[in-house]
């Protein structure tokens, strides 16, 4: 069975920093490309960035300079690590994975950047 647990949402002020994981199990991690996404509350979801099997990264124009995805394929982990957050970063992050037509949800965590 396929899962995707993500962690490391929470509260924090503007300008804070939070780094997201998403541990991976049963599937060969390797091949997928691996995606975070956010919806905030009232919006669509959206790709935040994404990062390929052999490690090149991809970022919306809202959050390039500030984060930045990892991947580390002995540990089946996806990192995102958010930095300089502002209260427009507030949202649910998921994290994705995908191969070809086949892809893969995690259940999602809270993310609040306020005062």
């Known amino acids: 069975q396929v899962q995707l647990v993500e962690s490391g949402g929470g509260l924090v002020q503007p300008g804070g920093s939070l780094r997201l994981s998403c541990v991976v199990s049963g599937m060969m991690f390797r091949l997928y490309f691996m995606r975070w996404y956010r919806q905030a509350p009232g919006k669509q979801r959206e790709l935040v960035a994404l990062?390929?099997?052999?490690?090149?990264?991809h970022y919306d124009d809202s959050v390039k300079g500030r984060f930045t995805i990892s991947r580390d394929n002995t540990k089946n982990i996806v990192s995102l690590q958010m930095n300089s957050l502002k209260p427009e970063d507030t949202a649910v992050y998921y994290c994705?994975?995908?191969?070809?037509?086949?892809?893969?949800w995690g259940q999602g965590t809270q993310v609040t950047v306020s005062s």
């Open positions: 990062i390929s099997t052999d490690g090149i990264t």
């Open positions: 994705n994975a995908i191969r070809g037509s086949t892809t893969y």
